[in-house]
């Protein structure tokens, strides 16, 4: 233990001791120290000649008398210099502080102002690809009455019909007096009676087969008369043969009419759900003009029976010349003039434009 | 920030003002050693021209911080005493200051001496060296040591025991305690 206790005290020969403070100054001058306090000093005063010549000078008591207010004065001139400089610094720091502040705000706002313009442009591309054809036909469907006032003529379209329909049987009586027209437009009566009669299959099978038995009999019996009389007469007898003929078939006709109107609208009533949709879904892409899509539906409705299928085919016919393709959209209007429906005339009069 | 400035030794201080140009660190350094300034510059004042407290401290200060910036200080005091003695004799030439060979002998002991605070074996050798070096000092030398560390006299004391002065006391403590340095560190060397 004496041992260790040597060795700590042989150490303290080259232990290193801080100066005398401005407290401990005066103290050891008056020897107000503790014995362990003044040997540290005097351990430090070895080594220092400072605080070794400091003690010696205010020892003498002229100076020991100058000495405190001009330490404290000297003391106060250095803070006062180093505040200032705190201040200056102060001020820097702030100066920095509030620099990186405003361009930190600046960053964030940079980088929110991206966000948010990515996180928008996302959500359009989101929304545009969540909106499918179906359901933009079902938002243009709800958007139709709005649209119907833009484009007149296919609204026209759309109603005529039904009038059209209706001004057919009117007319149908007309055509015996008119004579240039009347032949003309009794083959094509006939060609459409073939036509409704193939459409409505079972029932009009036996009328058929009576009309062809009625119509087959008198071309035997008529060259017989025309033998009979003059050429000229022959020619004349023809006429009112035909207006005969015509004169019968209105009755015929009319029946079938009836007849066919019945399936017809029994024909027309059964799609008029989906084909009606399907009709106006083409023809919202038609005004939207996107043609090959408008083309597609209506070739696709064209196939199918009613009016929605003659009006597809016109509207085919429509589309096919306002892309250019004439000799499609002339087939088109020739088919649909063939259908001799409710928009033969105006297939024919854009047949005549064409 | 002053606070926490008055609490970093001398050396941190003088690393912070050379370093990073901290003005605040070198008032912190020269507030510490101004009581020591002021009285050791006193027998000076008024004694020319030039030479009132208000010329002689600020230009002190001014002389200070100017070589603080240039000079390797490894005590802060001894930089201090050199400077005011260069001011006191007036010279124009500033001529730096540097650290006497003794000086940092000694300063590089009291550094191992640092350095081994925290391990006993090396505490017992340091101390075992340092028993072999006194015993080579001379008788006076060695007895001022001795008393003066081992029994803890103070300087009157020992001053009284052979009729010195105090201030021949220190001298021949000093001078002790110089050689022993020197000595301990030629045996190192070797």
């Known amino acids: ?69 001009l330490a404290t004065s000297m003391q106060q001139y250095i803070r006062n210099s180093i505040k200032r400089i705190s201040q200056v610094h102060k001020v820097e720091r702030y100066q920095r502080q509030e620099q990186k502040k405003e361009s930190f705000l600046i960053y964030f706002w940079v980088v929110a102002a991206i966000a948010i313009s990515a996180g928008v442009i996302y959500l359009v591309q989101q929304q545009g690809k969540l909106k499918s054809p179906v359901s933009k036909a079902i938002a243009s469907n709800a958007e139709l009455p709005a649209a119907k006032p833009e484009n007149p003529p296919l609204q026209a379209a759309v109603v005529t019909p039904v009038r059209v329909e209706e001004a057919p049987a009117l007319k149908t009586t007309p055509p015996t007096t008119t004579s240039p027209e009347a ?46 009389t003059t050429r000229v007469a022959v020619v004349h007898k023809d006429t ?87 000799g499609k959209a002339r087939r088109m209007f020739k088919e649909v003039v063939r259908m001799n429906g409710s928009m033969k005339d105006k297939a024919q009069a854009a047949l005549d434009n064409l | 920030m002053l606070q926490q400035l008055t609490n ?21 350094l020269m507030e510490r050693y101004s009581h020591l300034m002021v009285a050791v510059c006193l027998p000076y004042l008024n004694n020319g021209p030039a030479t009132t407290p208000e010329e002689v401290y600020p230009a002190l200060l001014q002389r200070l911080s100017a070589s603080l910036r240039t000079q390797t200080i490894p005590k802060a005091n001894e930089w201090i005493h050199y400077t005011i003695r260069a001011q006191q004799a007036q010279t124009e030439k500033n001529s730096p200051f ?15 001496v640092e350095k081994a605070a925290t391990n006993l074996k090396e505490q017992q050798l340091l101390a075992a060296t340092m028993e072999g070096v006194l015993e080579k000092l001379p008788a006076e030398e060695k007895y001022f040591l001795k008393e003066f560390y081992l029994h803890a006299k103070s300087f009157a004391e020992l001053a009284a025991t052979k009729n010195y002065t105090i201030e021949k006391t220190r001298q021949i403590l000093q001078q002790a305690k110089q050689k022993m340095a020197s000595l301990l560190m030629n045996e190192t060397y070797e």
């Open chain 1, 240 to 326: 009112p043969a035909v207006v005969k003929r015509t004169e019968d078939k209105p009755a015929p006709v009319k029946k079938e009419k009836e007849k066919e109107d019945v399936p017809e609208k029994k024909a027309t009533a059964e799609p008029s759900g989906t084909d009606e949709f399907l009709y106006k879904a083409a023809q919202v892409y038609h005004q939207q003009g996107d043609l090959n899509e408008a083309i597609s539906r209506y070739k696709h409705l064209a196939e199918s029976p009613g009016k929605y299928g003659e009006l597809s085919r016109y509207q085919l016919a429509v589309c096919y010349r306002s892309k250019g393709q004439t």
């Open chain 2, 8 to 28: 970093l030794s001398d050396k941190e201080l003088i690393s912070r003002a050379r370093k990073l140009k901290d003005q605040e660190a070198e008032g912190v």
């Open chain 2, 98 to 112: 540097f650290p006497s060979t003794e000086s940092r002998e000694q300063q590089q002991m009291e550094n191992k």
């Open chain 1, 183 to 228: 032949p003309v437009a009794t083959p094509k009566l006939v060609e459409r009676k073939d036509s409704l009669k193939t459409a409505v299959k079972p029932p009009a099978a036996p009328a058929v087969t009576k009309d062809s038995a009625k119509k087959l009999p008198p071309p035997p019996s008529k060259p017989v008369e025309a033998k009979e």
């Open chain 1, 1 to 69: 233990m004496s041992n260790l206790e040597n060795n700590e005290k042989i150490l303290k020969i080259f232990s290193n001791i801080r100066c005398l403070n401005r407290d401990q100054l005066p103290r050891y001058l008056d020897g107000r120290l503790t014995d362990v306090e003044k040997h540290l000093v005097e351990q430090h005063l070895v080594d220092c000649n400072l605080c070794f010549d400091a003690l010696q000078v205010l020892q003498q008591q002229q100076y020991r008398e100058k000495y405190q207010p």
